[in-house]
């Protein structure tokens, strides 16, 4: 059965760093789309940055990018989300998510995605 994990997340300071992984299992974990994504209660869950089966297309959301960078190690099917820059608005539980079918565009949004972690915190104090 597909399993992701989240982990890495904690408490930071305003413009401080953290790096979040999500190990996968279960599936080809190189043949599928995959995508970070962050929720706060009372908001729509929120398409934080994307990564394409070999890493060669990233996309992210307006309000992380040039903060952020996703990144994939299909050898070790794990894959991560380096955060600099943090500010207090990036307080979420960040999720990751495979693709719902392998080969797939990339896109960013929940629907596209069939297989969810956990989660795990990013709590950013002013």
């Known amino acids: 059965q597909v399993q992701l994990v989240e982990s890495g997340g904690g408490a930071v300071q305003t413009g401080g760093s953290l790096s979040l992984s999500c190990a996968a299992s279960?599936?080809?974990?190189?043949?599928?789309?995959m995508g970070w994504f962050r929720q706060t209660p009372g908001k729509e869950r929120e398409g934080v940055a994307q990564?394409?089966?070999?890493?060669?297309?990233?996309a992210y959301a307006a309000s992380v990018k040039g903060r952020f960078t996703i990144s994939r190690d299909n050898a070790k099917n794990t894959l991560y989300l380096h955060m600099s820059s943090l500010k207090p608005e990036d307080t979420a539980m960040y999720y990751c998510?495979?693709?719902?079918?392998?080969?797939?565009?990339?896109?960013?949004?929940?629907?596209?995605?069939?297989?969810w972690g956990q989660g795990t915190q990013v709590t950013v104090s002013s």
């Open positions: 998510a495979a693709a719902a079918e392998a080969y797939r565009m990339c896109g960013s949004r929940g629907s596209e995605y069939a297989n």
């Open positions: 990564i394409s089966v070999r890493g060669s297309y990233t």
């Open positions: 279960g599936y080809t974990f190189s043949r599928f789309c």
